[in-house]
């Protein structure tokens, strides 16, 4: 039987895409062109956002598996790049939103009440999968849990709420299974389970503490000598020994629990191994993912900081239809709503590579052992 030839029009469906744009109208044409830019961005933004999710889930579902398949490092490289290149999408649309004057927006602003672009669920369902905690949630505002705005007034599920709260079942995160492969890195040669890898690796975290301190005790005499002033020498003295001090905290996880100490410090080394010695032939993918989960999260804070830039130069400071705190919690969440922090935090205590503690068992990582 012959295939009938597919049209560009019924594979896109276009029709029933054009069809969308009406907003709370049956007809699209009863509506100011600056209300249908407004639908039509948000629509395109869900889409976008849609695709993230897709991404998204694919790289958690990659780093659950136990081992990570190392030829399957580049596709996730390549998703999690393309998420980063779609938020930068998403972000670059506030420009086109700051064509329409605070009067233009004004004029269909109370058909949204008590509607809010916080009850995006898919926002939300990036936000959990890719690992932001609960405990992190700033307040919207008002009374009412995040979760309780995605509902309906009664309190019944929605379409948004069951999208949520299917997101937070859906676990592992994409941080926690990041960082269950971080655990398994070979770190001086040594794996978790052999006989010898607390020490193996706590010797690594003192020689490279060692080397980060000689480093920034040589940037302090530098800092020092160009200045003068007594009470300047002081302040650099101080400032430079609480990087040492703080680098240190850091690699042996000083602010995890106890319980969770090793695990995390484990972790966090290897991260700086990682990171130090990149040129690995094991370590270069690790390190290109690495890359890219700072990207991405980078992008992540981006679109948060020009959402809030476009809000506060349309409406200023008012409040949200939502009943938010508009501007100031966009804001917060740009500083707050940090996922992959540790990988950030290892870019304070990186060192140049001629201090680096000597490799050992470069075997290990794919160089053949000179003779």
């Not at 030829?71 to 649309?93: E, F």
């Not at 070979?186 to 193996?200: L, T, V, Y």
């Not at 130090?276 to 999260?297: H, Q, T």
């Not at 506060?312 to 939502?322: F, L």
Request: hydrophobic content about 45%; glycine content about 4%; proline content about 5%.
């Amino acid at each position: 039987m012959a295939r009938t030839p597919t049209a560009y029009w019924d594979y896109i469906r276009v029709e029933e895409l054009l069809s969308l744009q009406s907003g709370l109208e049956p007809d699209a044409s009863k509506l100011a062109n600056d209300e249908v830019m407004f639908i039509t961005i948000h629509q395109i933004d869900e889409l976008w956002m849609r695709l993230v999710l897709r991404e998204l889930v694919a790289a958690r579902d990659l780093f659950v598996k136990v081992p990570v398949p190392e030829q399957a490092l580049a596709s996730a490289v390549r998703g999690i790049d393309r998420m980063s290149q779609i938020l930068g999408l998403i972000a670059n649309h506030f420009a086109l939103m700051e064509t329409m004057t605070t009067r233009d927006y004004l004029a269909f602003r109370d058909k949204l009440n008590p509607a809010s672009g916080f009850q995006s669920a898919q926002l939300r369902q990036i936000e959990i999968l890719a690992g932001l905690p609960e405990t992190m949630r700033i307040p919207l505002g008002q009374e009412k849990s995040y979760m309780a705005m995605l509902k309906n007034p009664d309190g019944s599920a929605t379409s948004a709420s069951r999208r949520v709260d299917a997101a937070l079942a859906d676990t592992p995160t994409l941080v926690d299974a990041i960082s269950n492969w971080l655990y398994r890195t070979p770190i001086q040669g040594s794996m978790p389970g052999h006989p010898d890898d607390d020490a193996r690796v706590r010797a690594f975290i003192d020689s490279y503490c060692a080397a980060h301190a000689g480093s920034s005790r040589a940037a302090l005499a530098l800092a020092k000598e160009a200045t003068r002033n007594p009470a300047d020498a002081d302040r650099l003295d101080e400032r430079f020994q609480r990087e040492i001090d703080g680098a240190r905290d850091f690699l042996l996880a000083a602010d995890v629990p106890e319980a969770d100490r090793a695990r995390a410090s484990r972790v966090r080394a290897a991260l700086v191994f990682i990171e130090s010695y990149r040129e690995l032939p094991l370590l270069a993918w690790p390190r290109a993912v690495i890359d890219s989960l700072v990207a991405f999260e980078q992008a992540f804070v981006i679109f948060r900081q020009r959402h809030a830039r476009m809000v506060e130069r349309i409406i200023g400071r008012r409040t949200g239809t939502g009943g938010s705190a508009g501007v100031e919690y966009l804001d917060n969440t740009a500083l707050r709503y940090r996922i992959f922090r540790d990988v950030w935090a290892v870019r304070t205590l990186l060192v140049q590579e001629s201090v680096l503690p000597p490799l050992e068992n470069p075997a290990a990582y794919g160089f053949a052992v000179e003779i």
